[in-house]
């Protein structure tokens, strides 16, 4: 049973156990996906149905960050753990990799998957990088053909939200992989474009506060979050 969170619903389960039941998925027939939303997703989610649904609509719904773990834990409804979806797929590939498993990478500005793909290559030996595209295209269709072409088991869907579900939700099926994770800015982490906030920051539950100074003009996106709190709160006393 999930987990509500003003009307995302989150999987409650452990690293690991998410890492197990992705595996497990990557070995079923069809296409599955999992999405990591954060409270600005969430947000987004209650002004925006067809968002909600694609949420909703994934087999494996993981809280990104403290915030999501906050706002379960004040509703009464605690979750396990955070599972950032950058961490996430980190465990993932490892596992990709004992296996031969392939992957591909869409997402980012041009130039940046090819540069993620060489960097996870050599970081994941036995890992397969089945192909890559930018995330800047015009026509969906074509690029599920080229996954398809691929033969990609995985798929790394990094569009930003929510863009990147909707895009898992409309296309997966054509794409012919088996499981599609959508997490938003990792690539530019992979590539070295960005980097990610040292441990001290997020053990903190302060990896939101190191982005904001490293790129202030997340401060519109970032107006979510006390929003989210405030939201928290008004649930909760509704309860
Ligand atoms: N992006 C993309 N296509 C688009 C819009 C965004 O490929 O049409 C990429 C963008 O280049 C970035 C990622 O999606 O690599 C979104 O990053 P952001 O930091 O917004 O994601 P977050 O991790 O905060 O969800």
């Given at each position: 049973m999930r987990i509500d969170v003003l009307g995302v619903g989150f999987d409650n389960v452990t690293m690991a156990e998410a890492v197990d039941h992705a595996f497990a998925l990557i070995h079923e027939e069809g296409a599955h996906y999992v999405v990591t939303p954060n409270p600005e997703i969430v947000e987004v989610c209650r002004e925006d149905p067809a968002a909600k649904a694609a949420v909703n609509g994934a087999d494996l719904v993981l809280p990104d960050g403290i915030g999501v773990i906050k706002g379960a834990a004040m509703l009464g409804t605690?979750?396990?753990?955070?599972?950032?979806?950058?961490?996430?797929?980190?465990?993932?590939?490892?596992r990709m990799a004992g296996e031969g498993?392939?992957?591909?990478?869409?997402?980012?500005?041009?130039?940046?998957?090819?540069?993620?793909?060489?960097?996870?290559?050599?970081?994941?030996?036995?890992?397969?990088?089945a192909g890559s595209h930018d995330g800047y295209f015009k026509e969906d269709a074509p690029?599920?053909?080229a996954i398809r072409q691929s033969g990609a088991d995985v798929v790394f869907v990094c569009l930003g939200a929510p863009k990147q579900?909707?895009?898992?939700?409309?296309?997966?099926?054509?794409?012919?992989?088996?499981?599609?994770?959508?997490?938003?800015?990792?690539?530019d982490v992979f590539a070295g474009v960005v980097e990610r906030a040292p441990r001290f920051w997020s053990d903190h539950g302060l990896e939101w506060f190191y982005r904001l100074c490293k790129e202030p003009k997340r401060i519109?996106?970032?107006?979510?979050?006390?929003l989210?709190?405030?939201?928290?709160?008004?649930?909760?006393?509704r309860k």
């Open positions: 605690p979750l396990k753990e955070k599972t950032p979806g950058i961490e996430f797929a980190g465990h993932l590939m490892e498993l392939s992957l591909y990478l869409l997402g980012a500005k041009p130039g940046v998957a090819e540069t993620a793909a060489k960097n996870l290559a050599e970081k994941h030996p036995g890992l397969v990088i690029v599920a053909e579900e909707l895009w898992m939700k409309q296309n997966g099926p054509a794409t012919g992989a088996h499981l599609l994770c959508g997490l938003g800015g990792s690539l519109g996106r970032m107006m979510k979050l006390p989210f709190l405030v939201h928290v709160g008004q649930e909760k006393r």
